[in-house]
């Protein structure tokens, strides 16, 4: 899992409730990304940040946002407009922003349930 | 529309044997092939990527794909399967042109048992 960092493991929601999901890269990577991965479905990008202060939405954005203050940091909020947010979430990041050859490289994720 | 296929949900080989985890793609422009695996509630670690040149790619562990344009494939094989192989193996593809670019495409994941 390299540089990357996401906590926490493991997060309980209720229903209805707003929950930030951490994410810390200490690689000096320009890019970083969010997926969620639900079995049997592959990941799937959420958002992704090219540079600090700039982010652009992914495939399934909606239910969820993001901020990008640090170039190290890259916190996902998943707000209570997202439907089914139970999931596992990555975090990825690559040293240059949307190379098409780089290489990203990803944390050790963090297991969302909502009871 | 990008995109990679993984036609097989689950592969199982004995060990010792050699096993292959298949891939294939569709991209336009050139494609950017990569392998990943994850180990149960962990995150993907990288094991090799085609940019270019050989197409026969090594990786870590042991692990080496073949990049095969005609077929639009790229399959992942290890000569002599270990159970500690065992894991979700990720194929993915990006490609050099158009709004995608640099963006990664994900297949459903293949699910590698080795048994003893």
């Known amino acids: 899992d390299g540089g990357i960092t996401q906590s926490p493991k493991y997060l309980f929601r209720k229903e209805g409730q707003n929950v930030t999901l951490s994410c810390e890269q200490n690689?000096?990577?320009?890019?970083m990304y969010w997926y969620r991965q639900d079995p049997g479905q592959g990941l799937r990008l959420i958002y992704y940040?090219?540079?600090?202060?700039?982010?652009q939405k992914g495939d399934i954005a909606e239910g969820y946002s993001v901020s990008r203050e640090k170039k190290e940091s890259f916190p996902l909020t998943v707000t209570s407009a997202q439907k089914n947010p139970t999931a596992f979430y990555l975090c990825?990041?690559?040293?240059?922003?949307?190379?098409?050859?780089?290489?990203?490289?990803f944390g050790p994720g963090t297991r969302l349930t909502v009871l | 529309a990008q995109s990679v296929a993984q036609p097989e949900d689950q592969v199982n080989v004995a060990e010792g044997n050699p096993l292959t985890v298949k891939c294939t793609y569709s991209?336009?422009?050139?494609?950017?092939l990569f392998w990943y695996v994850q180990y149960p509630n962990r995150g993907l670690q990288f094991l090799l990527k085609?940019?270019?040149?050989?197409?026969l790619v090594k990786g870590s562990y042991g692990f080496e794909a073949e990049f095969n344009k005609s077929q639009t494939s790229f399959h992942l094989k290890k000569p002599s399967a270990l159970v500690s192989d065992s894991a979700l193996y990720f194929c993915?593809?990006?490609?050099?042109?158009?709004?995608?670019?640099?963006?990664?495409?994900f297949g459903r994941g293949t699910q590698l048992t080795v048994w003893p």
């Open positions: 990825a990041s690559s040293i240059w922003g949307l190379q098409s050859t780089d290489t990203q490289y």
């Open positions: 690689l000096n990577h320009d890019a």
């Open positions: 940040s090219q540079i600090v202060n700039d982010f």
């Open positions: 991209v336009s422009g050139n494609p950017y």
């Open positions: 085609y940019i270019t040149g050989d197409n």
């Open positions: 993915a593809v990006s490609n050099d042109r158009g709004s995608t670019l640099g963006r990664l495409y």
